[in-house]
């Protein structure tokens, strides 16, 4: 089983719209939950993160984590053309253990 | 602003050629990471090392190898390239919560 999943899309939205992107994971050991954006051609930024459960909102941004049920939301209001990316969560349990993505799914926001 | 800087944008190899892979960050991050990123498949991680000539396997390690001699640099080995590692590869650094990535070298095997 991987240790996280996540739906590789792509998912095509009118501008706008409210977007949900979500992850689950396997390792419950995990305590800090990451949302990376990804232009097409550039590396991965950090968009947003949680620790433990809970909601996070940054903008038009809401992070959601769901630890009882291993569920990793992010959603977006409003979405904007320029929201167009990959979105990858990535789970990870401290400072010296792996950083590993979920497979990120592509979004388009049309105009 | 975090740097992290990979040695070339673009590189093309022959089959059985031994490659070097090298990524220097300047914010004295003791995590840095190789993932290589192919359509479909997402960052798949490689290898990992979070101090100075410590080093773990990541997922899909098999057909390289990695050396960390200095804190700054970390620097990725394909003993023998072959077609099939054609791709994209990311190195980053990390502060916990947050990774830096490299502009990336997209790597092509001939």
């Known amino acids: 089983q991987k240790e996280v999943e996540q739906d590789p899309g792509p998912l095509s939205v009118p501008e706008g719209a409210i977007v949900s992107l979500n992850c689950t994971y396997s390792n419950s050991a995990f305590q800090y939950f990451m949302w990376y954006r990804q232009y097409s051609r550039k590396g991965p930024e950090l968009l947003m993160y949680t620790y433990s459960s809970g909601n996070k909102e940054d903008g038009r941004f809401t992070a959601q984590v769901d630890k009882s049920s291993k569920y990793i939301s992010l959603f977006i209001r409003d979405s904007q053309p320029s929201d167009s990316a990959t979105y990858l969560c990535a789970p990870l349990m401290d400072s010296s253990y792996k950083l590993i993505f979920g497979s990120g799914t592509r979004l388009l926001v049309r105009p | 602003d975090v740097k992290v800087t990979q040695s070339s944008r673009y590189l093309v190899k022959r089959t059985g050629e031994k490659v070097f892979l090298e990524c220097v960050q300047d914010m004295d991050h003791e995590n840095m990471f190789w993932y290589r990123q192919d359509p479909g498949l997402g960052l798949r991680l490689i290898y990992f090392?979070?101090?100075?000539?410590?080093?773990e396997k990541g997922d899909i390690p098999e057909g390289y190898s990695v050396s960390r001699e200095k804190k700054e640099r970390f620097s990725l080995i394909l003993e023998s390239a072959s077609t099939n590692q054609t791709s994209m590869y990311l190195c980053?650094?990390?502060?916990?919560?947050?990774?830096?990535f490299g502009q990336g070298t997209r790597l092509t095997v001939v």
């Open positions: 980053a650094s990390s502060l916990l919560t947050e990774a830096f």
């Open positions: 090392s979070y101090d100075v000539k410590m080093k």
